[in-house]
């Protein structure tokens, strides 16, 4: 193998993670609204979390889901400082622009932004590793709705449904 297909492959797999963080954020966002019913594409929202099912088993158990984590918030730490701040956000339209078109590039880090920004619990302008862990963590909980800490599919695809319920009852 090349080092051009090597250096593809690596971008490649970058792109994957960036693209499997907006799933999460975006999960997150589906988590903590009522309204969540009305947001379409849970099926491919589910599809593209399962993708961190590392040992191909249809489930996402806590070390999948965390490794998974793990390697989106090193591929969006442009800098290696262990933080995330918005600049680094932005700085995603790039691969983004390559793998979805120049719509994704300029809205993904527009929506991205506020949401990963939310998780900056000491306010300092900038989501550590362990406030981003921590949310993370806690959006795994909210997924996992029989509580055996592994996620299916099939509870990625009910959660918009398990939250309105919820918020009748």
Partial sequence: ??????????????????????????????????????IPGARALADLIMRFDSNGNS???????QDGVAGSFDDI????????????????????????????????PKLLSPLIMSMDANKDGAVSRDEFIKKVDEMFARLDANKDAILTRTELIDLPVRMVTAARN
């Fill in 59 to 65: 489930t996402i158990d806590t070390r999948e889901w």
């Fill in 1 to 38: 193998m090349s080092s051009v297909d090597i250096a593809q492959m690596n971008l490649n797999r970058r792109i994957l993670r960036k693209t499997l963080l907006i799933a999460l954020v975006l999960a997150a966002a589906l988590a903590g609204t009522v309204n969540a019913l009305e």
């Fill in 77 to 108: 730490d442009g800098d290696r400082d262990g933080k995330i701040t918005a600049v680094e956000i932005d700085d995603l339209s790039g691969p983004l622009e390559q793998e979805a078109g120049t719509v994704a590039a300029t809205l993904v």
